[in-house]
């Protein structure tokens, strides 16, 4: 692996450390600071000049195997490749199923996360699905997060016409399981939910966490921008928020600000469900009239809108991608260009477009262009 030095960036890890530095070696950040000259041989150099370096995207809400299924096998997204990552901006990802676990299993969410591994980028995945009881690897919610180093705990949707509408104790039991595996092997034990726009809205968490001492903070509702004021009770209550992007930056903005202004930051975060089936439904929830797809390349463009248009701190916005979402994982390494840190860097030219994109010090992409291409292209 090439030593690589990137000169005179506008450095933000993610927070502001003006023209500098980085210095990438054996995978992570070796070094940060002005004028470096590391006496390495073949150390590559590239200007930075203009560009801003940012922490890789960690998104935690991807379909790797794809989404969709509600409108016959034919709306069956297909899997996403390395570059769909890499031309984002995302350098760190978590995989997860969602309607169809028929056709799709854990399993080979498992395998495609292996792979994605082996192509360069960092992959996390979810077991479970909408369904209950959850599909598993193993046939034990807790073994699979114990044993299966890639599961950082379970997906499952609520308020929902299409959930598995678990009981309550089935819910129960389904955190309870989590929990000790993620005890057993050091994990943060995602509980990772998918919220539709029914009525009971967050109602049966709260009905679990009234019921048993389980901590707020393993639960991990998503999709919570129909859910605004929810939001922000839920995180000023101890729990993590994530929002989701999509195709108009603005509309997906602005719930995330005013809960930027209402709980603490550290709190809220942002994904993208790539990969997943973005269905309109007639009125009566009877038949899907319209279908788009998610895509990875909508967070740059809901993170400029938050900077630039509603004028949130760089790096306050930035976080909401990288680091918050990285400590929610226990992903310590990911979401920060601090010395010891992945080598997971991304630069932006002045409009916020990919630049340069490196995964654990290894080029993805350069000037804009894909340099690492699938192992299958």
């Not at 292996?114 to 009881?133: F, S």
């Not at 309870?176 to 919220?195: E, F």
Request: hydrophobic letters at 40%.
């Amino acid at each position: 692996m090439q030593p690589i030095l990137l000169k005179s960036v506008n450095l933000f890890d993610p927070e502001p450390k003006g023209v500098c530095d980085l210095f990438l070696c054996g995978g992570i950040v070796a070094a940060v600071g002005k004028n470096l000259s590391p006496a390495l041989p073949d150390v590559e150099v590239v200007d930075g000049s203009g560009l801003t370096a940012l922490p890789g995207l960690v998104d935690q809400h991807v379909h790797f195997t794809g989404g969709g299924g509600e409108c016959g096998f034919r709306s069956r997204v297909p899997e996403l490749s390395l570059t769909d990552f890499t031309t984002a901006g995302v350098t760190t990802a978590v995989g997860v199923l969602g309607t169809d676990s028929a056709t799709r299993s854990p399993k080979n969410l498992l395998a495609r996360t292996k792979a994605l591994n082996e192509e360069g980028i960092t992959a996390y995945c979810l077991t479970g699905a909408y369904d209950v009881p959850s599909p598993t690897v193993t046939g034990s919610l807790k073994d699979d997060v114990a044993f299966i180093s890639e599961i950082l705990g379970v997906k499952v949707a609520l308020s929902d016409h299409r959930s598995g509408h678990p009981s309550l104790e089935q819910l129960i039991h389904m955190a309870s399981q989590v929990r000790l595996g993620a005890l057993t092997a050091g994990k943060p034990g995602v509980v990772h939910i998918h919220m539709g726009a029914g009525k009971r809205g967050l109602g049966p968490v709260y009905d679990l966490l009234e019921a048993t001492d389980l901590p707020i903070w393993h639960f991990r509702p998503t999709h919570m921008g129909r859910w605004q004021k929810e939001a922000a009770a839920f995180a000023r209550q101890g729990g993590m928020v994530d929002f989701t992007a999509g195709e108009e930056p603005e509309k997906c903005a602005l719930p995330v600000l005013r809960t930027l202004e209402e709980a603490p930051p550290e709190r809220i975060t942002i994904s993208s469900d790539a990969g997943g089936s973005m269905p309109r439904w007639s009125e009566d929830r009877r038949a899907v009239v319209g279908m788009g797809v998610g895509s990875m390349r909508t967070l740059l463009p809901v993170l400029r809108c938050l900077v630039t248009e509603h004028h949130v701190p760089l790096e306050t916005a930035v976080c909401l991608a990288t680091r918050n979402v990285a400590d929610g994982l226990y992903l310590s390494r990911k979401g920060r260009l601090t010395v010891g840190a992945d080598g997971d860097v991304l630069l932006l030219d002045r409009d916020w477009n990919v630049h340069t994109v490196l995964a654990r010090g290894v080029p993805m992409v350069a000037g804009g262009v894909p340099v690492k291409l699938p192992y299958l292209s």
